[in-house]
């Protein structure tokens, strides 16, 4: 079992900076596939970026602009939110799998309650 809980989230202008985290607790965070999805009212929860095996993967909407780290002896995954957008607007959720092949999750599904992202034109 893994509990997650996100912090980090705000309000800011277009162009700023922000940086989510993800706590999780367990002995076995190290093995887990780490992601994060967004979701804005209206929309699906989308995927954002991911961790696994030691490949990165990012959605192209936040490709160069978005990176996602992990801290395992904190047992915390980061999402660096850089040149943010209006459109970056949503609840961002931290997600924890067996694993993740680029397209697929399998295994094991573990999500946050989800923090705010609100940018501002």
């Known amino acids: 079992q893994v509990q997650l809980v996100e912090s980090g989230g705000g309000l800011l202008q277009a162009g700023g900076s922000l940086r989510l985290s993800c706590s999780a607790s367990?002995?076995?965070?190290?093995?887990?596939?780490m992601g994060w999805f967004r979701q804005s009212p209206g929309k699906e929860r989308e995927f954002v970026a991911a961790?696994?095996?030691?490949?990165?993967y990012y959605a192209d909407s936040v490709k160069g602009r978005f990176t996602i780290s992990r801290d395992n002896a904190k047992n915390t995954v980061y999402l660096e939110m850089n040149s943010l957008k209006v459109e970056d607007t949503a609840v961002y959720y931290c997600?924890?799998?067996?694993?993740?092949?680029?397209?697929?999750?399998?295994?094991?599904?573990?999500w946050g309650q989800g923090t705010q992202v609100t940018v501002s034109s």
């Open positions: 961790w696994s095996g030691g490949i990165l």
């Open positions: 367990g002995r076995t965070f190290s093995s887990y596939a």
């Open positions: 997600r924890a799998s067996d694993g993740f092949d680029g397209s697929r999750w399998h295994g094991s599904r573990y």
